[in-house]
């Protein structure tokens, strides 16, 4: 996203939040004897924790750590069991390929998850006793079950997945008379199945239609659901909300309107349902997510929290179903909450510069279970009383990391937009800073870009950081968090507040004494690589800059991706409509000004991304590349939108600090090899064009 701007009055404003888990907090002055900065490889190989799931008990949390695995060119997740007193962590399963979403069964007796070991041909569910041993396969199910939830009494298994390709349809696959009608025919519907614990299946849903997520009543006797024409985003808006009994009887719509839902559930008393979407209580498109109630027999959706200045993410009912424990996205923060539903009084449960994830809560334990990650600290496991308090952590798997590797200090800060609007976003120092010395500064800015940055700690900015880097993650106009009219400041116009509050926080961490404004780098994926492309455009400031996945025109960009739910509110229509509103659309394109460039730029981008696809780089590199502007093209096969691949992602962070190193500090970058790796030399790479 976006661009440049002078003459503005900067407001520095430095926030200094002492965050719920504080006590937990090292000095940041505190001697660093024996600590060594992070590399781009211990930043892949820094674990995932996530997944917890509390014990029907309440005395064990089952949850999953996922670790690189450089042979298999991947993550890959087991699943572990520890106390809810932070005792006795133990791993529970070991298998080849990986294990994840662990669940307990209501008794607490099994724990079902998926994976896929010899022979399966995909992902099943396994089942395997609480108290460990052998793990057995459930299903044998054509196509991988997901999003699987035990029933209420324990008895089966509920379970999406898609449908399995016919006889005709594997002979033609194998003759390869293969063509397929584009977004007609190419994809399978997913449809919920149940199994029972022998491992007989039942399809609940079926027709043109697509399971996108369900809940089962307290009671076990109605299921509610969000469902669309097909699997695919191009049909994520017209989704809608349904309820029907458990055998998949008597289906009830609930929602007729033009927006995406989610989060569908049910109340215990079967009364109500409750979802989510980004939308107001007129069903318009584009606002923070909201959360609706409608009677479960039917009637007018009505938003519970209309006012309110941030984003609901997902709720929890009470037993009673006379409240709803929710977690709100506040910017760089977010937070637990609950709201009476009678009266709309909300409380705040926590309080502090953190990301929560993960979370679930159970009533009859009265307790809140979540990952929270700080600036000082990956996302470990905490617990939180029912009536809120100081998060309580239970893992401890970052110890030894944190008394091995330096720590970058991350704040919170605020400052002035063009327009004198409030902007915030992190700042992370470099390691081992000096007050008064300043530091190559890298803006980096988030992808949706209707998402924001939140506190936390990043891997990849420590390794920055370590590196001597200070750097900047603006929360711009169109995050979420701040608002709907903060958030809808890119409808009918994208690039109007947008780029200016990048650069404008850019001025005030140099205001701040910390940049060096000669050594400026711009960076981002997705959303952040649509701003890249602009400030490039919009200002010669930046010495170097890393455009990922990035769009370049609007007008091709509109029918080449998988989605355009969100693109249609920022131009106003659709540029194949009558009197289309082209203009809106190029003159938001960077490739408009792009005879302006004058910044170092390389680009990156999956093969196979369907979300903002590969000619949409190649538009932006042939560009520069034509103006005699020093840039290159990267292309990772096999990978979509987000690079996955182990190699890739360590190709990706090298390239991009090779390309800074070159045009900040002028000089040469020595690359990290692959662990296990016999290589000597440097990776060659491969570009798209000669040089």
């Given amino acids: ?105 209501p008794d607490g007796k099994l724990i079902a998850f998926t994976t896929r070991r010899d022979p399966d041909a995909n992902n099943q569910i396994y089942l395997l006793s609480a108290e460990g041993g052998e793990a057995r396969r459930l299903t044998n199910h054509p196509t991988a079950p997901g999003n699987v939830d035990w029933a209420p009494d324990g008895k089966s298994i509920y379970f999406v997945a898609t449908d399995a390709k016919s006889a005709e349809e594997r002979e033609r696959d194998r003759v390869q008379d293969d063509v397929y009608t584009f977004e007609e025919t190419n994809f399978k519907q ?57 055998s998949g009887a008597n289906a009830r719509q609930l929602t007729t309107n033009k927006v995406p839902e989610g989060n569908a559930s049910i109340s215990p008393d079967g009364q109500t349902v409750m979802f989510t979407s980004g939308s107001n209580e007129q069903f318009e498109s584009y606002y923070n997510t909201k959360l609706f109630l409608v009677p479960a027999s039917g009637g007018i959706a009505r938003v519970l929290l209309p006012e309110v200045p941030y984003e609901i993410e997902g709720g929890s009912w ?229 455009s990922g996945a990035g769009a370049a025109n609007w007008i091709s960009m509109y029918a080449q991706s998988d989605t355009r739910s969100y693109r249609t509110p920022w131009f106003g229509g659709t540029p194949w409509q009558a009197n289309a509103p082209i203009d809106l659309y190029w003159n938001n394109s960077p490739l408009k000004d792009v005879s302006k460039v004058k910044t170092p730029t390389i680009f990156l981008v999956g093969e196979q991304d369907a979300r903002v696809p590969m000619p949409q780089s190649v538009e932006m590199y042939r560009a520069l590349k034509s103006n005699g502007v020093p840039t290159h093209l990267y292309v990772a096969p096999r990978e979509g939108h987000g690079w996955a691949e182990l190699r890739h992602r360590l190709f990706k962070l090298q390239i991009e600090m090779e390309w800074f190193e070159k045009y900040i500090n002028n000089r040469a970058y020595v690359w990290e090899k692959v662990p296990g790796d016999d290589k000597k030399d440097a990776p060659k790479v491969t570009t798209t064009a000669p040089q």
């Fill in 318 to 546: 009470s037993n009673d179903s006379k409240s709803v424990q929710f977690t709100a996205s506040m910017g760089t923060h977010n937070e637990l909450m609950k709201v009476d539903i009678a009266t709309r009084r909300v409380s705040q449960l926590t309080k502090g510069d953190h990301s929560i994830g993960g979370w679930s809560y159970s009533e009859d334990n009265a307790l809140h279970v979540f990952t929270l990650n700080t600036g000082d600290r990956p996302s470990e496991i905490y617990t939180l009383p029912a009536a809120g308090g100081t998060p309580k952590r239970v893992t401890s798997v970052f110890d030894e990391d944190l008394a091995k590797f330096k720590t970058s200090r991350q704040e919170r800060i605020t400052w002035k937009g063009a327009d004198g609007a409030t902007i915030e976003g992190l700042l992370n120092y470099p390691v081992d800073y000096v007050q008064g010395q300043r530091y190559p500064l890298i803006v980096m800015t988030h992808g949706g870009p209707a998402e924001a940055d939140r506190s936390g700690f990043a891997t990849q900015v420590q390794v920055y950081a370590a590196k001597g880097y200070a750097v900047l993650r603006p929360n711009y106009r169109g995050s979420t968090g701040y608002g709907d009219k903060f958030l809808r400041d890119m409808v009918n116009g994208y690039f109007k507040q947008a780029h200016l509050d990048v650069l404008a926080g850019t001025d005030a961490v140099i205001a701040m004494g910390v940049a060096d404004p000669n050594k400026l780098v711009k960076m981002g994926w997705s959303a952040g690589g649509h701003m890249t492309n602009k400030i490039i455009t919009f200002t010669d400031r930046f010495k170097a800059a890393s």
């Fill in 1 to 105: 996203m976006k661009r440049v701007r002078r003459s503005i009055t900067l407001v520095v404003c430095v926030l200094m939040i002492a965050s719920a888990t504080a006590q937990e907090k090292p000095s940041f002055a505190q001697a660093s004897e024996g600590k060594r900065g992070r590399t781009f490889v211990d930043a892949i190989e820094q674990p995932v924790v996530g997944g917890p799931q509390l014990s029907p008990d309440g005395r064990q949390i089952l949850f999953t750590i996922d670790k690189a695995d450089w042979k298999a060119n991947r993550n890959i997740s087991h699943i572990y069991r520890i106390n809810v007193d932070g005792t006795s962590q133990v791993q529970l399963t070991f298998g080849d390929r990986g294990e994840s979403s662990p669940r307990w069964s």
């Fill in 190 to 246: 997913r449809h919920l199945w149940t199994t029972d614990l022998d491992g007989k299946t039942k399809k609940i849903t079926d027709g043109e239609l697509s399971v996108n997520g369900y809940d089962v009543s307290a009671d076990g006797k109605k299921i509610a659901m969000t469902r669309t024409p097909g699997p695919l985003l191009e049909f994520t808006d017209r989704g809608e909300v349904w309820v029907m009994d458990a």
